[in-house]
């Protein structure tokens, strides 16, 4: 039996007319039209053997009726990432889950997934997009958020996701976070 790897490059196209509203956001009209367009290639989770790439065809429709111009987004392909939101979403579920960094997630992201992301990038959505992320994750239980991410109650002021803490008017840096005992925690950080 051959166990070598051989991986595969797959490219799956979205066009425009799969995920843009039939009709104007404005007025209602149907007759629109595109005004201009351009391609995306984005990367997606891929699986051991292949590596998978979206090519996300954008397009800015007119209405000829309101001649309201518009460019509909994708969901799962957000604007200005270079990154599925399925691939983002998991980087960030193995950092705060597993407590992984972004130097292991990108290596696992290599070997399981065929996606290729350099830690920095993985590092600067931590930074970013913590904060909608756990919105998100926990929406209708926001409580279980510090349970699930193993974070720390701050005098009901907040929480620890790493080293930001949140709740606060803005993300504050934490210096250190040292367990004393009975589960009382030491937390230090610069305002």
């Given at each position: 039996?051959?166990?070598?790897?051989?991986?595969?490059?797959?490219?799956?196209?979205?066009?425009?007319?799969?995920?843009?509203?039939?009709?104007?956001?404005?007025?209602?009209?149907?007759?629109?039209?595109?005004?201009?367009?351009?391609?995306?290639?984005?990367?997606?989770?891929g699986?051991?053997?292949?590596?998978?790439?979206?090519?996300?065809?954008?397009?800015?429709?007119?209405?000829?009726?309101?001649?309201?111009?518009?460019?509909?987004?994708?969901?799962d392909?957000?604007?200005?990432?270079?990154?599925?939101?399925?691939?983002?979403?998991?980087?960030l579920?193995?950092?705060?889950?597993?407590?992984?960094?972004?130097?292991?997630?990108?290596?696992q992201?290599?070997?399981?997934y065929?996606?290729?992301?350099?830690?920095?990038?993985?590092?600067?959505?931590?930074?970013?997009?913590?904060?909608?992320?756990?919105?998100?994750?926990?929406?209708?239980?926001?409580?279980?958020?510090?349970?699930?991410?193993?974070?720390?109650?701050?005098?009901?002021?907040?929480?620890?996701?790493?080293?930001?803490?949140?709740?606060?008017?803005?993300?504050?840096?934490?210096?250190s976070?040292?367990?004393?005992?009975n589960?009382?925690?030491l937390l230090?950080?610069?305002?």
């Open positions: 039996m051959d166990f070598s790897k051989r991986v595969k490059k797959e490219i799956v196209k979205i066009s425009a007319d799969q995920y843009a509203p039939k009709a104007c956001p404005s007025c209602g009209s149907s007759e629109i039209s595109i005004r201009t367009s351009h391609k995306r290639i984005i990367s997606e989770l699986n051991i053997n292949i590596e998978l790439f979206v090519e996300l065809h954008v397009a800015t429709f007119e209405c000829k009726k309101c001649e309201i111009k518009y460019t509909p987004e994708h969901a392909y957000p604007k200005g990432y270079i990154y599925s939101r399925r691939v983002i979403q998991t980087a579920s193995l950092h705060f889950r597993k407590n992984l960094s972004g130097n292991k997630i990108a290596a992201f290599r070997e399981y065929n996606v290729q992301i350099p830690p920095k990038t993985i590092y600067s959505w931590i930074n970013d997009l913590t904060e909608e992320f756990m919105k998100s994750e926990f929406k209708a239980e926001p409580e279980k958020a510090l349970e699930a991410y193993k974070s720390l109650t701050i005098d009901g002021t907040g929480f620890s996701l790493g080293n930001k803490l949140l709740g606060k008017k803005r993300n504050v840096p934490l210096a976070a040292v367990k004393l005992s589960g009382i925690y230090t950080w610069w305002e």
